[in-house]
T-cell receptor, first 111, second 112 residues
Framework: GENVEQHPSTLSVQEGDSAVIKCTYS??????FPWYKQELGKGPQLIID?????GEKKDQRIAVTLNKTAKHFSLHITETQPEDSAVYFC??????????FGTGTSLTVIP | NAGVMQNPRHLVRRRGQEARLRCSPM?????VYWYRQLPEEGLKFMVY????????ESGMPKERFSAEFPKEGPSILRIQQVVRGDSAAYFC??????????FGSGTRLTVV
């Protein structure tokens, strides 16, 4: 089955700096890569996703890049704000099947 | 659109009792997934259902756990004879065909 690794497990940045979270996957058949943000006591919220026919996708301060050859994908958050503090999960799947999640990155944005 | 609705939000059960967790998917979503999250850990897949069908239950423990998604009504995750190790947050997600999940707010099960 698929194996998703996520790094770092914790990340602290100053407000206004950028944050980068990286994930690798093992199954070359995976073709859908979402990122979720989970705040304390809440369910994960989809923040951005990318499909394998695309190398990069951007939505305001958030961007995701995908390198299919190397089997890794990354989340980039620019101009971080305190409300970006949360746990972020990456995932990999083939469309219509279960998601394989990374173990999460706890991001703290220091005001 | 009310989103994915899970209830109850918190559930306390004594060892040996049964726990029933409910999930109503978003309107128009025909796929339901259940995940378990232990403290400080990621989300582990349990089961994937469509109406009246279990598509993939490879993540479900072989005993005490069952899931259904009837033609009418919510999806139910049922845990019989709960043990302390079942204490976790259980999340349900729904999706239309071929798209990302929307998660509910979860049910936090505590076994005492």
């Amino acid at each position: 089955g698929e194996n998703v690794e996520q790094h770092p497990s914790t990340l602290s940045v100053q407000e206004g700096d950028s944050a980068v979270i990286k994930c690798t996957y093992s199954d070359s058949a995976s073709n859908y890569f979402p990122w979720y943000k989970q705040e304390l006591g809440k369910g994960p919220q989809l923040i951005i996703d990318i499909r394998s026919n695309v190398g990069e996708k951007k939505d305001q301060r958030i961007a995701v890049t995908l390198n299919k050859t190397a089997k890794h994908f990354s989340l980039h958050i620019t101009e971080t704000q305190p409300e970006d503090s949360a746990v972020y999960f990456c995932a990999a799947s083939t469309v219509g099947n279960q998601f394989y999640f990374g173990t999460g990155t706890s991001l703290t944005v220091i005001p | 659109n009310a989103g994915v609705m899970q209830n109850p939000r918190h559930l306390v059960r004594r060892r040996g009792q049964e726990a029933r967790l409910r999930c109503s998917p978003m309107k128009g979503h025909s796929h339901v997934y259940w995940y378990r999250q232990l403290p400080e850990e990621g989300l582990k897949f349990m089961v994937y259902l469509q109406k009246e069908n279990i598509i993939d239950e490879s993540g479900m423990p072989k005993e005490r756990f069952s899931a259904e998604f009837p033609k009418e009504g919510p999806s139910i995750l049922r845990i019989q004879q709960v043990v302390r190790g079942d204490s976790a947050a259980y999340f349900c997600a729904s999706s239309p065909v071929g798209d990302g999940y929307t998660f509910g707010s979860g049910t936090r099960l505590t076994v005492v």
